[in-house]
């Protein structure tokens, strides 16, 4: 953790968002519990933020609610179990796997100065196409890491 959290740190970006997610209620659940203390999450997005900070960036923590059940596009809302990994938007046709559209909306509540999201049906496309292209700049291994 101190690792990646010092390369993200060094690696030339102004800001970094994340979810502010509340471990303490989301270890609650039995099934999940081990697999979230294991992840270290908290401890990681703690290291980034305090290695961030002192080397001038920002770290915008948003509210994690319904990220990953929001339409990046459209706003619509779509009821779906963890299994699911695509995100098929019924509403505007929007298929995205189901972590990608998340961190669409987060990096979408992050510029927004976490204020809510857009509400349902306002076209956001333009925000939508500049956050899949400032995540396109992100590290390619990243992601494959699956480091939070």
């Given at each position: 953790?101190?690792?990646?959290?010092?390369?993200?740190?060094k690696?030339?970006?102004?800001?970094?968002?994340?979810?502010?997610?509340?471990?303490?209620?989301?270890?609650?659940?039995?099934?999940?519990?081990?697999s979230?203390?294991?992840a270290?999450?908290?401890?990681f997005?703690?290291?980034l933020s305090?290695?961030?900070?002192?080397?001038?960036?920002?770290?915008?923590?948003?509210?994690?609610?319904n990220?990953?059940?929001?339409?990046?596009?459209?706003?619509?809302?779509?009821?779906?179990?963890?299994?699911?990994?695509?995100?098929?938007?019924?509403?505007?046709?929007?298929?995205?796997?189901?972590?990608?559209?998340?961190?669409?909306?987060?990096?979408?509540?992050?510029?927004?100065?976490?204020?809510?999201?857009?509400?349902?049906?306002?076209?956001?496309?333009?925000?939508?196409?500049a956050?899949?292209?400032?995540?396109i700049?992100?590290?390619?291994?990243?992601?494959?890491?699956?480091?939070?």
């Amino acid at each position: 953790m101190h690792k990646l959290s010092t390369e993200l740190a060094k690696a030339g970006y102004t800001s970094f968002a994340v979810e502010n997610l509340h471990i303490q209620n989301m270890e609650k659940n039995h099934r999940l519990a081990q697999s979230i203390h294991n992840a270290s999450w908290n401890r990681f997005i703690n290291f980034l933020s305090y290695k961030a900070e002192s080397a001038g960036m920002k770290v915008i923590k948003v509210d994690a609610r319904n990220t990953t059940k929001e339409c990046s596009n459209c706003g619509n809302m779509l009821e779906m179990p963890l299994s699911v990994r695509e995100y098929n938007c019924g509403l505007c046709g929007l298929r995205l796997d189901r972590d990608v559209n998340a961190s669409i909306n987060i990096l979408n509540r992050a510029r927004e100065g976490h204020s809510r999201s857009h509400a349902q049906g306002e076209d956001v496309r333009p925000q939508r196409e500049a956050a899949l292209g400032e995540l396109i700049t992100y590290p390619a291994n990243a992601g494959e890491a699956n480091y939070l």
